[in-house]
């Protein structure tokens, strides 16, 4: 079954306690995404890769940080999460143009 | 900063009604999609609109994207219980379609 897996899907830290969300797509797919959602703010992109070892800035990149060793894995870091990043956060891949397949988030509270 | 303000912001109605939700930026789009979303899931594609006054269908869904690529709308007809949740809109900024923006959104309910 094609599908995007992220890990884990709820997370409670506190405030400078480095983590990763972990993202895994099984359909080959060239490009993948991270955006958080926020009510009132709808889905922001954090960063994006267009390939192994290409990533870049999407629109809300300040403190996090992300990883594209292999194809099917792009992790999203926060080094020193701070409760500013309490969010619902989605990874999302696909190839070219084609649909854009999203995980199933992972919602995360920082205190 | 390419922005994409959507309207409304919240919709409650009966089931069988018709609705129309709206989609408006003041930049060009090269093209816009649709999601819909379900509580605890991340968004589902719907559809994608790519040519000026385009006007998709799929089932009781129709979308249409605005002659100058600037809007889209989403009109449902008939809706029902489960059309009830988040419907975004989303598009490539301009010069490539690595960097997308989603807007807002519309919570849709649809009462039995």
């Known amino acids: 079954e094609a599908q995007v897996t992220q890990n884990p899907r709820y997370l409670i830290t506190v405030t400078g306690k480095k983590l990763t969300v972990t993202c895994s797509q099984n359909?080959?797919?060239?490009?993948m995404s991270w955006y958080r959602q926020d009510p009132g703010l709808g889905l922001r992109q954090i960063y994006y890769s267009m390939n192994v070892e290409v990533t870049d800035k999407g629109d809300v990149p300040e403190g996090y940080k992300v990883s594209r060793k292999e194809k099917r894995n792009f992790p999203l870091i926060l080094e020193s999460p701070s409760p500013n990043q309490t969010s619902l956060y989605f990874c999302?891949?696909?190839?070219?143009?084609?649909?854009?397949?999203f995980g199933p988030g992972t919602r995360l509270l920082v205190l | 900063t390419q922005l994409l303000e959507q309207s409304p912001q919240f919709l409650s109605i009966q089931e069988g009604e018709n609705l129309t939700v709206y989609c408006n930026s003041s930049s060009v789009f090269s093209s816009l999609q649709w999601y819909r979303q379900e509580p605890g899931e991340g968004p589902v594609l719907l559809v994608t609109v790519v040519t000026g006054g385009e006007v998709k269908k799929l089932k009781r869904l129709t979308f249409q994207f605005g002659d100058a690529r600037k809007d889209s709308s989403l009109h449902i007809t008939a809706a029902q219980p489960g059309d009830t949740g988040l419907y975004l809109c989303a598009g490539p900024y301009s010069g490539g379609y690595q960097k997308v923006t989603f807007g807002t959104g519309t919570k849709l309910q649809v009462i039995p």
């Open positions: 359909m080959n797919h060239e490009y």
């Open positions: 999302a891949s696909r190839t070219g143009l084609e649909t854009q397949y």
